[in-house]
């Protein structure tokens, strides 16, 4: 019976172990097939269906970056600027509908600020942002290629379709027309917008280039000119600089001079000054020049006042005053651009200092003017 009972707990036992090796040995297995079941189950987005929205979303978002990057480009963003929710659409200067009513209407209805846009042409809409921004003075480097006159910061950028004509005479011309002869800015319609050109190339024969340019302006009477006695304020001035020669400026018609040049702010006294005569005669003055420039490093904002005698005072004066005297608009170029503090401090105290026209890069800084560094109006 001993034998029995042993042998029966033998094989209850046995069957339990293999009962357990079983289910030890089984459970890996299962768990293994549940999770093959799992990994080779369909998905619930078809594979090709899956690649296709990825691709799609990733032009999206490539899209999205490239047009925020087109719209911010070295430009201080203003949010809700009526000038982006205006133009943001349009990516170059030949686009027609820039001269639909609403755009058109947008530029006439700017408030014009005694703002330079330096390098204009760099721009993503060249003349027409800074019209649109308020800048009543724009600036455009040109090299005489090809008996034309293109519009470049270098030799090696320049485009056969980027000349002097097409991106600034002739919409200067076709605003002009469309405002009976009176200024582009409605709210100050002989308020005057000047083209500064930069001659890049050969002074003499890129000069002959510009004064041939000029006629249909000129004949239309759109230009400001020096009639013998006095400078007679038109809707557009020119300003030549660069390698433009003084003395091609002096050699133009003197009782109908419509090309001006820009004086050397640093260096106004000179021997053609005779103050000991009343009212003084300068050797730059309203007859040949209308802007005096310089950089920025070579300004001379405060000075000790001696008026002792007329050559005195005058040679103690500020650059900007003795400007002032000579009928001239002030200008510094290459101010400070970074950091921002920096750059607003040397803003405000030109502002605060009286300069004529502020130079200026960023046209989104223009239309968020007085952020810092002052209100500016025209004079």
């Known amino acids: 019976m001993e034998r029995s009972t042993h042998s029966s707990t033998s094989d209850t036992s046995s069957t339990t172990q293999s009962f357990n090796m079983h289910i030890e040995e089984g459970t890996p297995s299962l768990r293994r097939s549940r999770l093959l079941n799992l990994t080779t189950s369909k998905p619930f987005i078809p594979n090709h269906l899956f690649k296709t929205l990825f691709f799609i979303t990733t032009l999206i978002c490539i899209a999205e970056y490239l047009y925020i990057n087109h719209l911010t480009t070295s430009n201080t963003r203003i949010p809700n600027d009526p000038y982006d929710n205006t133009f943001a659409l349009i990516t170059n200067p030949t686009n027609p509908s820039l001269w639909s009513p609403s755009h058109q209407n947008f530029i006439h209805s700017a408030v014009p600020v005694p703002v330079h846009s330096h390098n204009d042409y760099l721009h993503r809409i060249p003349l027409f942002e800074a019209l649109a921004s308020g800048c009543i003075s724009v600036e455009a480097d040109v090299y005489l290629q090809n008996a034309d006159l293109l519009v470049g910061h270098k030799a090696r950028d320049l485009q056969p379709s980027s000349t002097l004509r097409s991106l600034y005479l002739e919409p200067l011309q076709r605003m002009l027309v469309a405002q009976s002869g009176r200024g582009i800015f409605d709210r100050a319609p002989s308020q005057t917008v000047v083209l500064l050109v930069d001659l890049k190339s050969d002074g003499g024969d890129t000069f002959a280039e510009l004064h041939a340019q000029l006629e249909p302006l000129r004949e ?20 030549a600089t660069g390698n433009a020669e003084f003395v091609s400026i002096t050699a133009l018609n003197s009782t109908h001079r419509d090309i001006f040049y820009d004086a050397p702010l640093h260096t106004l006294r000179s021997s053609a000054d005779d103050l000991d005569i009343q009212p003084p005669r300068y050797g730059y003055n309203t007859s040949n020049s209308y802007l005096a420039s310089t950089e920025f490093k070579n300004a001379i904002l405060y000075t000790h006042k001696n008026e002792s005698s007329a050559w005195t005072k005058d040679a103690s004066q500020t650059q900007i005053e003795q400007a002032q005297d000579r009928g001239l608009v002030s200008r510094y170029w290459d101010t400070p651009a970074s950091p921002p503090n920096t750059r607003d401090i040397a803003w405000r105290v030109l502002v605060e200092r009286g300069v004529g026209v502020l130079n200026m890069d960023d046209l989104g800084m223009v239309r968020g003017r007085g952020r810092g560094w002052g209100r500016l109006e025209l004079k």
């Open 220 to 239: 239309l009477d759109y230009l400001t000119y020096w009639n013998g006695s006095a400078r007679v304020n038109r809707p557009l001035t020119i300003v």
